[in-house]
């Protein structure tokens, strides 16, 4: 296993606050970088403390492009449930990011394969400098589901069950999320420089511990971050519980 920086956090407030002075001086050492962030519950203190901080004069926080994650497929441009709208309203427009600045997926392309290799195309001729990530409680990263190879690139997938019904409420109901979406792969994901991971709350502990502390397996797509460069994890003490003994 690689040196991994675990970073304990006390409360909501400094997961926010840390993590924002992570993401901060990273952008304050590395010129215009390629990095990715992911959607859900837990990066949201986080954004809200970047935006904040943005608004208050820190203006070098919007120097960086931005690649998306993952997407659901079949979404038109500008659905505000797509993944690209939801980053756009909690960090990518308070923080005035180019549209060209943006490298997102066409949810509703007409081939969808060509779409993928379109934004595979484009990882492979760049440098990820930091990948921002946080992971499901069944170890999906992005929508690389359990089995997913870790040779997996840039590929549309069917979302798993689990998935499905961790993201109902988004969604407002179990029939109404969609079954297929689009993910950066596994290989694209280990290729990044430098790795965030954030982790908030007790129904993260198992997987973080079926992560780092089992070997390293595809039935865990989490699990390719033993041997990650450069990666830290900010995370809470119920979090972090059962790998900081
Ligand atoms: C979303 C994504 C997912 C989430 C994961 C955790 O872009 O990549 O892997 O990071 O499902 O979601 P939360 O933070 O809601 O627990």
């Given at each position: 296993m690689n040196n991994i920086n675990f970073v304990s956090v006390d409360n909501i407030d400094d997961f926010a606050v840390i993590s924002a002075d992570f993401f901060s001086d990273f952008l304050q050492k590395n010129d215009n970088p390629l990095v990715i962030l992911p959607t859900g519950f837990t990066p949201l203190p986080f954004y809200k403390e970047i935006v904040k901080r943005y608004k208050a004069?820190?203006?070098?926080?919007?120097?960086f492009k931005y690649l998306a994650l993952d997407e659901y497929v079949g979404?038109?441009?500008?659905?505000?449930?797509?993944f690209s709208s939801w980053l756009g309203r909690e960090i990518l427009d308070p923080l005035s990011i180019d549209i060209k600045d943006r490298i997102i997926f066409?949810?509703?392309?007409?081939?969808i394969d060509k779409e993928c290799k379109r934004i595979d195309d484009i990882v492979s001729s760049s440098v990820i400098n930091l990948a921002i990530i946080g992971i499901g409680?069944?170890?999906?990263?992005?929508?690389?589901?359990?089995?997913?190879?870790?040779?997996?690139?840039t590929r549309k997938v069917f979302l798993h069950e689990k998935t499905i019904k961790a993201n109902a409420e988004y969604w407002g109901?179990?029939?109404?999320?969609?079954?297929e979406a689009v993910t950066l792969g596994l290989a694209n994901l280990k290729n990044a420089k430098n790795t965030l991971l954030l982790v908030y709350g007790k129904k993260k502990a198992k997987i973080l511990k079926e992560s780092f502390c089992a070997p390293v397996s595809e039935d865990v797509p989490?699990?390719?971050?033993?041997?990650?460069?450069?990666l830290t994890v900010i995370g809470d003490e119920d979090a972090l519980a059962e790998i900081m003994i």
């Open positions: 004069g820190e203006k070098y926080l919007n120097k979404l038109c441009d500008g659905d505000y449930r797509s066409d949810s509703d392309a007409a081939d409680e069944n170890g999906h990263v992005g929508f690389n589901e359990p089995k997913s190879s870790f040779s997996s690139r109901g179990i029939d109404k999320v969609p079954k989490s699990s390719y971050l033993q041997n990650q460069p450069n």
